[in-house]
């Protein structure tokens, strides 16, 4: 997990503290969490981050709200690839555990010759995003 902002209109918050008095924006899903939820397992005082000043219901409509503003999304690293490519980002100020995102499929379709394509190809270019994150993170360091 990372910060998303725009740099021309804000700094990133520096410290914990600045984290919890930014103001944010947050995605809510359909089942009613949020994006922020992976943060819980973080030891965060999750009471102490700022109510989200924008919900939004999914991540190609964070780039314009934090567009000009001075907003912080908090999200996974690998937006940075596509989704949020416009957006400036900075590591966080604490530990999140990873993020597993899981390619779910029925029972009928295991043997079906195209959706056994597909999954081949869904986990080659999950293999080539973890290929190219590694990279921009060892450049970060």
Known sequence: MVCFYDASMRKP?????????????NVRFM???????VLASSGLDKTRIRRPLVTVSNFNAIPPFV?????????MNLMQLKTLKCLDVAPLHFETDPVTVYMVWHERSISDPAHIWLRHRIQRIANEVASRMSAIEEQLL
Do not use: I, M, N, W
Not at 13 to 25: D, K, R, V
Not at 31 to 37: A, K, N
């Open 67 to 75: 567009k000009g503003s001075r907003l912080l999304a908090t999200q």
């Open 31 to 37: 089942e009613g969490r949020t994006s922020l939820v």
């Open 13 to 25: 918050p520096e410290t914990l503290e600045e984290f919890y008095e930014t103001e944010h924006l």
